[in-house]
């Protein structure tokens, strides 16, 4: 009896043990939406069945909007991307503290979020980055192109990162 206790409670584990160590991008759950309006370069809201959500993109941080004039491109940008009404692919990975979907967004296959770092609209959000493991370095390549190019928000001579720039608004 003991013996297959310890059988059932091994193929319970073999079971769980590989979802634990599964990227998070395995899990997360995609589902198509509608864009309702874009707040900035990284948070919009949808609609997904009849319930309308925000959304935070994953993995890239834009510039705030009073981080003249990269703020206003960036949130003109996401909305050239993902006007109203604009069908999309919404692959939820979380919720941040402010109790917004974090997500990455697809028009068709193309990735909404790399899209925006690859024009210089917004930049990696290293913190956060595990959100998209399979396609970090994708990424990081496009950030590095961006950067070399000087497009969108690389093309400063100081740029300060969102984060920095939020943090230093905080203290002040």
């Known amino acids: 009896m003991k013996s297959l206790l310890v059988k059932i409670s091994l ?12 990227p ?22 949808i609609r997904a069945a009849s319930q309308v959500t925000t959304i935070r993109l994953s993995c890239v941080d834009a510039p705030e909007r009073a981080q003249s004039p990269w703020g206003q491109q960036s ?5 050239q991307l993902l006007p109203v009404g604009k069908a999309v692919q919404v692959r939820t990975i979380t919720r941040d503290r402010y109790g917004r979907t974090v997500a990455e967004l697809y028009v068709g296959k193309q ?13 990696v959000y290293r913190q956060y980055l595990s959100g998209c493991a399979a396609t970090k370095n ?3 390549q496009a950030e590095a192109q961006a950067r070399q190019k000087r497009l969108g928000f690389w093309n400063q001579k100081l740029p300060v990162m969102p984060w920095d720039y939020r943090r230093s608004r905080r203290g002040s």
């Open 75 to 79: 949130t003109s940008r996401l909305k």
């Open 138 to 140: 994708q990424y990081l």
């Open 111 to 123: 990735s909404v979020n790399l899209q925006m770092v690859k024009e210089g609209q917004g930049v």
């Open 11 to 22: 193929v319970k584990i073999s079971l769980v043990f590989p979802l634990l160590l599964a």
């Open 24 to 45: 998070l991008s395995a899990i997360a759950q995609t589902t198509s939406a509608t864009v309702v309006s874009v707040g900035d370069g990284d948070t919009l809201r």
